[in-house]
């Protein structure tokens, strides 16, 4: 059972990848979806078994690399957190394979994608089933060149090229931090397998790097590089630049890619590893400060984006903020926990804004759309849904994990740790509920009920989504409502032990029981500001002043709009820092002044025109005459003569240098 989860998402995409010419798109279709559907099916049933029966499955198959003290299996660990992450990544990808059957219709390469999907589902479970750092990193590496195909999947497009290799491309520097940390795990512990590394992490934390003449924390190090390869894969502020291209894809790709896959790796990588977080107070704070800023930064710029995937794109980037400052503050069961809930609601948006997307002609400027709840009045009430779950509104699944959060930034304020980072963390989080709610409904406004601005003759081919579509929405619009309800108390609430030991805490770190005590106030401060967000996006739009608005507000003129709708000029500032030196190097250096110039003229041009010049001496040299050939003779031994007369002359005396000038008068 437990091999068959990671192996039927494999086996499906090997199937509709190879035979999808003979067994047709059809057929693709439905052998992936039910490869991945069945992979579902056991998942719950693992969840059932790991979940409550209190056990952990460890499975070693075979060695995979042995050498030296390096010793790798070929191993799966199944504890709560890998039963939980199964179920979020196979449950949304069935999902998404279902409404992709629908959306990719047309599609000639129909094939192709569904296979894609399924590999992307593989590498995922590769990741959060690893039992050691080295397998662990295989998925990882393996989610990464899927988004890379899914990306590009219209090869064709320029957009699509271009976005996939800046996905790919930022990744490469996460990557390279985390496989720097899986250096330094070995050099500490000695091992990559996470029994061993957890288990002695206690005894080695005064472990220290020298480099330079200075000593590193060894666990503070592992942890910062572990956390850069969750910045670039999570969409962290200062590699979150791929994620809004990242929508160059097809819609499906969008919704596995932002709620089940590959953002939430980095995620899973910070909760994985929280026995080592945990013993550095550094990294905790550090984690709370880039978590909070990108929850800030990306509400902020979603409010200015018209395209409607990019609205969602920001809005993800904003609660992997949240996810990951919650894993700063020590609460890794709350930013799981909200990671799940996230999934569905986003998955929700994702397909809903598909849904919107196919019915308009593929159009996903917000500003050419509206009215569509006359036409659409199903995907109205279900990305209505959505957003309320994703500002937190009462009682829906966003609600008892987004809100868990704030309530714990407070307890952490009042207990002083680390004043400052949870302070940033309370004010920058609180604010990002403002920017949340008022970029969730503006979306709404601009879509649904404002006029339409679209060309009259899309009107009448806007049409509602087909049952195949829309029995996934409405799954997930049960999961936005209830799943956060139901399973609150069975995740985080106050003296549960479903996490047994998967996620380790520190006593004075948890604030879960002070946080049911904070006054009622605080408790509807996020809900409060969820209203005001509401409020001002219903002004804005009622009154269509709403850049004058943000000006009034603001009292920053222009200047602070446009670096907002520039998305803070961090695509800018990368390409003139980084991206022009380097190609000016590359062409200018190394390629004018390197490959087309010393190396061209000393080997490929100055070789071939050195041997074209000896041939023709030799050429010259060998004409045929014997007494020429005797002359080269004698001017060859006198050659040797002089050479052994050096000889001579440096160790030798003078009778033998007698002898020589003798033997050399009588040859010449």
Known sequence: MYLSIILLPLLGAI???????????KGASVLTTVCVGL???????????????????????????????????????????????????TWISTLVHLYSITYMKTDPHRPRFMSYLSIF???????VTADNLLQMFLGWEGVGLASYLLINFWYTRLAANQSA??????????????????FCVFWIFQSLDYSNIFSIIPFLDTQYFKFMGLEYHGLSLIGFFLFIGAVGKSAQLGLHTWLPDAMEGPTPVSALIHAATMVTAGVFLMIRFSPLLEFSSFLLSLLVIFGSL???FAGMTGIFQNDLKKVIAYSTCSQLGYMIFSCGMSCYDVSLFHLINHAFFKALLFLSAGSVIHAVSNEQDMRKMGSLINFLPMTYSLMLIGSLALTGFPFLTGFYSKDFILELTHCSSYCNLDLLSSSL?????????????????????????????SNRIFLFNIHESSLLMGSPLILLAIGSLFFGFLTQDLFIGVGTDFWKGSIFILPYHSFH???????ITIKWLPFLLSCLGICLSSIANITYIYKYILLKAFQLSFFLLHLINKKWYFDVLYNRFFVYPALNFGYKVSFKALDRGFIELAIPFGLSNLVLKWSKLIFQIQNGQIIHYIFYIIISVCVFSLVIAIKYVLFLNSIHLIIFYFSLVFFI
């Open 15 to 25: 199937f509709s990848g190879f035979t999808g010419r003979w067994i047709g798109s």
């Open 39 to 89: 992979a579902a099916i056991l998942s719950g049933l693992v969840f059932l078994e790991i979940g409550f029966s209190g056990i952990i499955s460890h499975i070693i198959l075979k060695v995979w690399i042995e050498s030296g003290t390096l010793k790798v299996h070929w191993g799966l660990l199944f504890d709560t957190i890998t039963s939980v992450m199964l179920i979020v990544i």
């Open 121 to 127: 589902t593989f590498f995922m479970l590769i990741l």
């Open 165 to 182: 290799i800046k996905a790919l491309v930022v990744n490469r520097i996460g990557d390279f931090g985390l496989s720097l940390g899986i």
């Open 294 to 296: 990108t929850a800030f």
């Open 425 to 453: 963390a309370l004010w920058l989080g609180s604010v990002s509920v403002l920017f949340t709610a008022f970029y969730s409904f503006r979306l709404i406004y601009l879509t649904f009920i404002n006029s339409n601005n």
């Open 513 to 519: 029981v002070e946080a049911e005590y904070l006054p």
